[in-house]
T-cell receptor
Framework: GAGVSQSPRYKVAKRGQDVALRCDPI?????LFWYQQALGQGPEFLTY????????KSGLPSDRFFAERPEGSVSTLKIQRTQQEDSAVYLC???????????FGQGTRLTVV | QKEVEQNSGPLSVPEGAIASLNCTYS??????FFWYRQYSGKSPELIMF????GDKEDGRFTAQLNKASQYVSLLIRDSQPSDSATYLC?????????????FGAGTRLFVKA
């Protein structure tokens, strides 16, 4: 596609529910990043893939967060047993090679009630 | 100490003035530096990248990099009200797990008409 596509755009989850957020990167982009952005803050790094390999997951806040990119293209960020503090915008970005500029999707706004 | 630091602002400048945004980073091995603009409720949009010491100009924007001082800045000439947004500094370091992009918290810029 022409840009990074994320779905859903908005998600309301009841506390304790599992959610799955999808990211479809720009075609041919090998690097894929997930970020969490709270209101008034910059994007906080969660995890990073180079093709299908998850090279860094140091930013995942707890073991309730899990990300995968099994075929090196589409990625899914899964949050189990959601908590209110998980409410944020989740941003996905991709870049065509390592250490290159990243392009963002429109984000998924997750609200846990 | 955060890896990428920015003054949160808000920075307020009159229309037509030069806006100067600053950023410092902690990882001396960092190799790629980016400025993103983020309008309220939107995702970050890349406006400049710089890899080498010195200045890089693109239209009204100039990025400046000083690796010895671990400092990167963005100048916006002839500021317009449409430039009012949050400006995010982003840095790619040389972590052992690959090349993740780390963002600062952003500086809010207001351009007064």
């Amino acid at each position: 596609g022409a840009g990074v596509s994320q779905s859903p755009r908005y998600k309301v989850a009841k506390r304790g529910q599992d959610v799955a957020l999808r990211c479809d990167p720009i075609s041919g982009h090998v690097s894929l990043f997930w970020y969490q952005q709270a209101l008034g803050q910059g994007p906080e790094f969660l995890t990073y893939f180079q093709n299908e390999a998850q090279l860094d997951k140091s930013g995942l806040p707890s073991d309730r967060f899990f990300a995968e990119r099994p075929e090196g293209s589409v990625s899914t960020l899964k949050i189990q047993r959601t908590q209110q503090e998980d409410s944020a915008v989740y941003l996905c970005a991709s870049s065509f090679r390592e250490a290159a500029e990243a392009f963002f999707g429109q984000g998924t706004r997750l609200t846990v009630v | 100490q955060k890896e990428v630091e920015q003054n949160s602002g808000p920075l307020s400048v009159p229309e037509g003035a030069i806006a100067s945004l600053n950023c410092t980073y902690s990882d001396r091995g960092s190799q790629s530096f980016f400025w993103y603009r983020q309008y309220s409720g939107k995702s970050p949009e890349l406006i400049m990248f710089i890899y080498s010491n010195g200045d890089k100009e693109d239209g009204r924007f100039t990025a400046q990099l000083n690796k010895a001082s671990q400092y990167v800045s963005l100048l916006i000439r002839d500021s317009q009200p449409s430039d009012s947004a949050t400006y995010l500094c982003a840095v790619i370091g040389s972590g052992t797990g690959g090349f993740k992009t780390i963002f600062g918290a952003g500086t809010r810029l207001f351009v007064k008409a």
